[in-house]
């Protein structure tokens, strides 16, 4: 289908390749992630990244201008599976890379040194639809009619809204969104129903949704969209390039990520990976990969239980078997942060890879600081939904650990806009809160309908 691309397991003992018009969320042979690889000697890679800062500027409505437009095809020789006519673009990733000198001040860090990366900014709301674009790219490509996925919330928002702008003949392809009874925040299951997906509230946590998402996928002809989906990561490797592009394409010292299903982690890692591959990048950052207490399997598996890539020959079964442990002890995610509420993150494996490639750490947060931290990223003119503020945390509790320095450039990705879990964010500034970091409540002042009254709570 495309003699540049292709689809790769990861593990080094099997290694083996598909073309990608084959449907696959996993190796047949070994079980195992796959990859999109490319033949990069059949590649026209620019020999700069700064080749691509001609692109923001392209005019008028060819399919050109119109990749030039998105923040992921702009650097679509980084991502090379489909031609220019092929690409399924909403105008997603827009985003800009904010330099927070108020906010780096109250953690201890130098003017010039924190940088948020906000991917807000989404036609969604959310990083998701850099994702998104790339594997709905794919899905027209094999033409499908029918997309699927299991979702805290973003997920379903993204891969919703480009269902229905995908399709032919004025009918858009069909989503179907599983989601957890209870488990998702208003501000992203009205998107889901306002784009037309169907949605089916299961009787579980995200985990047993995303069973039920992959196995229509196996069963029905059905196309999954979650990140089990490999070219879902290629979209989302550009939030890195974008966070270059915002430093004058220079390499930070650090990239923290909040970490979920660890979609944006894996992705981070294969993107510093190729750059480097490719002379693009002298070295390669480090990352810090920050879970919230309630799900904290990444931290588990990386600090206690000690797993590793082990270059390619990780422990498949020994990650099998520890999600075994975690169902056979009824562990469930339980976090604030619904976008990262997940026990059983199917991109451990690549998660693995990443902290290997970018020397990466792991740490948690509570949902106490998660929440105070969110609020200074509001307080300072950011705003973002809970999931994003870990990172802001997790830097906070680096600092406190010398692991990161107040002359490190540091770039924190928020992953989603505020309004997209706005009764956290309420609820926060109204109950109050004992906690002794980030930012305090808000709480709205009661009072009379009287001017002297006014007068005084203003003064």
């Not at 700064?50 to 692109?55: E, I, L, P």
Request: charged share 20%.
């Amino acid at each position: 289908m495309c003699e540049i691309a292709y689809q790769q397991c990861i593990h080094a003992d099997c290694g083996a390749t598909f073309d990608i018009g084959q449907p696959l969320f996993g190796c047949p042979k070994c079980g195992n992630l796959l990859d999109v690889g490319y033949h990069w000697d059949k590649v026209a890679v620019p020999k700069s990244l700064d080749a691509f800062n001609r692109r923001w500027t392209t005019p008028g409505r060819s399919v050109e201008a119109r990749a030039d437009f998105s923040g992921v095809w702009r650097f679509r020789e980084l991502l090379p599976f489909a031609k220019v006519d092929e690409i399924a673009t909403i105008g997603e990733g827009r985003t800009i890379l904010q330099q927070a000198d108020q906010i780096a001040k109250q953690i201890g860090m130098k003017s010039g040194r924190l940088f948020l990366q906000y991917e807000g900014f989404n036609p969604t709301g959310s990083f998701k639809d850099n994702g998104m674009t790339a594997a709905f790219t794919i899905a027209r490509k094999l033409d499908r009619t029918r997309v699927a996925c299991a979702s805290t919330g973003n997920t379903s928002a993204a891969m919703s809204v480009y269902a229905a702008h995908s399709g032919d003949s004025g009918k858009p392809m069909q989503a179907i969104v599983f989601v957890g009874e209870g488990k998702i925040a208003f501000g992203k299951l009205a998107q889901a129903l306002d784009y037309g997906a169907l949605t089916l509230q299961i009787a579980g946590d995200f985990d047993a949704c995303m069973k039920r998402a992959v196995e229509c996928a196996e069963k029905l002809d059905v196309y999954l969209m979650n990140s089990l989906n490999p070219f879902r990561l290629e979209g989302q490797k550009t939030i890195m390039f974008r966070i270059l592009e915002g430093l004058d394409w220079q390499v930070p010292d650090w990239i923290i990520v909040p970490g979920g299903n660890l979609g944006n982690s894996s992705a981070f890692g294969k993107a510093f990976e190729e750059l480097k591959t490719l002379g693009l990048i002298p070295r390669i950052p480090r990352i810090a990969i920050i879970n919230a207490a309630g799900a904290n399997t990444l931290d588990h598996a990386w600090n206690q239980k000690k797993m590793r890539w082990n270059e390619g020959k990780f422990d498949s079964k020994g990650i099998c078997e520890y999600f075994d442990e975690l169902d056979a002890s009824n562990n469930k995610a339980k976090t604030i942060a619904s976008a990262i509420e997940i026990g059983r993150p199917v991109n451990l494996a690549k998660g693995l890879r990443t902290l290997d490639v970018m020397n990466g750490v792991v740490r948690t947060v509570t949902d106490e600081e998660i929440l105070a931290f969110k609020a200074m990223i509001g307080r300072y003119g950011y705003g973002c939904e809970p999931a994003s503020a870990a990172s802001l945390a997790g830097l906070h509790q680096l600092r406190n650990e010398g692991m990161i320095g107040p002359d490190d450039k540091v770039a924190c990705v928020l992953t989603g806009h505020s309004l997209k879990d706005p009764d956290a964010t309420v609820n926060y500034h109204m109950k109050g809160s004992g906690q002794q970091v980030g930012s305090p409540p808000n709480q709205p002042v009661q009072i009379a309908d009287d001017f002297e009254a006014i007068k005084t709570a203003i003064n």
